[in-house]
Nanobody
């Protein structure tokens, strides 16, 4: 059974940086394309970023492009989300997601929840202004 465990969330001020981590276990990490989504109360979960299995292909939501960077370390079975220049509107619960089907080697998955099989429990990021 795949487990995804996020860490690194917290309370920061606008303009600060945070790095989220998501550690995967239970399946071969290199077979997984990974993503990050976020959700605020009363709203649907929204796509943030994704990365292909090989790691060289990424996709970002327009709202985070140029500020956030997704990366992966297959040796550590971990995907990261580096968040810079944080804004109050980035406040949300951030979820790590994984597709372990073996697809998406050359490109990241589509920015849709249904593209992913597994989800973490989420980590809270709060940005104060």
């Amino acid at each position: 059974q795949v487990q995804l465990v996020e860490s690194g969330g917290g309370l920061v001020q606008a303009g600060d940086s945070l790095r989220l981590s998501c550690a995967a276990s239970g399946r071969t990490f290199s077979s997984a394309a990974m993503g990050w989504f976020r959700q605020t109360p009363g709203k649907e979960r929204e796509f943030v970023a994704s990365i292909s299995r090989r790691g060289g292909d990424t996709n970002y939501a327009d709202s985070v492009k140029g500020r956030f960077t997704i990366s992966r370390d297959n040796a550590k079975n971990t995907v990261y989300l580096q968040m810079n220049s944080l804004r109050s509107e980035d406040t949300a619960v951030y979820y790590c997601s994984g597709d372990f089907s073996g697809r998406y080697y050359y490109s990241p998955p589509p920015p849709l929840e249904r593209a992913y099989e597994y989800w973490g429990q989420g980590t809270q990021v709060t940005v104060s202004s």
